[in-house]
């Protein structure tokens, strides 16, 4: 089993998906930086990363995904046979997705001070960005299905509060918010 990071679009010096791996010990970790995409990129660039990925993704990996990367790992979901897992972190996707039978659970991320992914909801909606973008990241997943769990960073017993676009993978936060998301996984996988 490997965990996939796949990060958003971003610039250097964000804090990203990235500064998970020293808390990943004991897993193989694949980080495929596909670089600096601009958001009107993501409606044609992102299935071009899908069809670069898919190859490399088992049936028993984990993706760990933020903002674009949560959509990018959606497409890849409806293309895979299986995955193990995911978990979606500020995603820039729509909140009444429907979980594909590839994959078993996802846990999704999320604070209201998420400005970004409200703003992907409005490019999804002119059409300017990759469709499936929305405001998961703001205000989490809307939805039946008990195989998606909402986890409000903003509002989680014993946790530090976590508000923005990546706050969570600030050094402080994500000192306390990593060991948690590692040990979702490690129930899940259990």
């Not at 674009?68 to 497409?75: D, F, L, M, R, T």
């Amino acid at each position: 089993m490997t965990i996939h990071l796949i990060h958003g679009i971003r610039s250097v010096g964000d804090c990203t998906v990235d500064e998970m791996v020293p808390y990943l010990t004991g897993f193989e970790v694949a980080y495929p930086d596909y670089g600096y995409i601009l958001g009107i990129e993501t409606r044609f660039v992102n299935g071009l990363i899908v069809g670069t990925l898919a190859p490399y993704i088992g049936p028993d990996d984990i993706l760990i995904c933020h903002s674009n990367g949560c959509a990018v790992a959606y497409e890849l979901m409806h293309k895979l046979p299986q995955i193990g897992g995911a978990v979606f972190i500020n995603a820039a996707l729509q909140r009444a997705i429907v979980r594909p039978r590839s994959c078993p659970w996802i846990d999704v991320y999320f604070n209201a001070g998420d400005q970004a992914t409200q703003l992907a909801a409005v490019g999804a909606v002119i059409g300017v960005v990759d469709p499936d973008w929305g405001e998961m990241g703001h205000a989490g997943y809307f939805g039946v299905d008990k195989a998606i769990t909402n986890i409000d960073c903003a509002n989680t017993p014993g946790m530090p509060i976590v508000s923005g676009h990546s706050d969570i993978f600030t050094a402080a936060k994500l000192a306390d918010w990593a060991p948690f998301i590692v040990k979702r996984i490690q129930a899940h996988i259990a």
